[in-house]
């Protein structure tokens, strides 16, 4: 069975720091690329970051600068480094794994972590 956990989420104010964390379970880590999304309230879920199996790093332009994705495939957990948070990165933020494998799309979510930032 595969498990998403992610853990590290709360209430923080505006220009603070979390680092979010995401463990795995189940999947063959080194082979997913892995992403946080997030989604507020109202609004469609939307990419924040991606480390790709080989440990490329893509990020939003409304991140970048400010966030970090990172992996340790040892721990089998993925983080996301907030930094400079505002109140528009308040929303729930969600962990993904991805593999595409002979055309076959393989896509596992965990449950979310609420991060609300104060002004």
């Known amino acids: 069975q595969v498990q998403l956990v992610e853990s590290g989420g709360g209430l923080v104010q505006s220009g603070g720091s979390l680092r979010l964390s995401c463990a795995a379970s189940g999947i063959r880590f080194p082979l997913y690329a892995m992403g946080w999304y997030r989604q507020a309230p109202g609004k469609q879920r939307e990419l924040v970051a991606i480390?790709?199996?080989?440990?490329?790093?893509n990020y939003a332009d409304y991140v970048k600068g400010r966030f970090t994705i990172s992996r340790d495939n040892a721990k089998v957990t993925v983080y996301l480094q907030m930094s400079s948070l505002n109140p528009e990165d308040t929303a729930v933020y969600y962990c993904?794994?991805?593999?595409?494998?002979?055309?076959?799309?393989?896509?596992?979510w965990g449950q979310g972590t609420q991060v609300t930032v104060s002004s």
């Open positions: 480390i790709t199996a080989g440990g490329t790093t």
């Open positions: 993904n794994a991805h593999k595409t494998w002979m055309a076959v799309d393989s896509d596992y």
